[in-house]
């Protein structure tokens, strides 16, 4: 059973910058792609980021292309998501993910098998 566990959020100004940590706990040797989803208030869970095993591939959401970088440190079992120029829109609960593959559908959700806590972000205006 893979344990992720986010830190990092809060209040930020639009413009602004977070970094958002994701600790995973694991008992296999595999090592997980990785990704964060974001759900706003009254909205479906939406795809933000993803990351391949290596870290050699990264994959994001439109709405957050050329703001946000996904990266992952294996040595620390750790996956951060940087998010810059932030806007009112990026309020949202944020979630993490260890998938087992990144399949043709991994933007809606498919082949998640974990997922965080989550942990809010809020951008005031």
């Known amino acids: 059973q893979v344990q992720l566990v986010e830190s990092g959020g809060g209040l930020a100004q639009a413009g602004g910058s977070l970094r958002l940590s994701c600790a995973v706990s694991k008992r296999t040797s595999s090592t997980y792609p990785m990704g964060w989803f974001r759900q706003a208030p009254g909205k479906e869970r939406k795809f933000v980021a993803a990351?391949?095993?290596?870290?050699?591939?990264?994959y994001y959401g439109d709405s957050v292309k050329g703001r946000f970088t996904i990266s992952r440190d294996n040595a620390e079992n750790t996956v951060y998501l940087q998010m810059n120029s932030l806007k009112p829109e990026d309020t949202a609960v944020y979630y993490c993910a260890a998938f087992s593959t990144l399949g043709g559908s991994f933007r809606d959700g498919a082949d998640v098998r974990s997922w965080g806590q989550g942990t809010q972000v809020a951008v005031s205006s």
């Open positions: 990351i391949n095993w290596s870290g050699s591939m990264t």
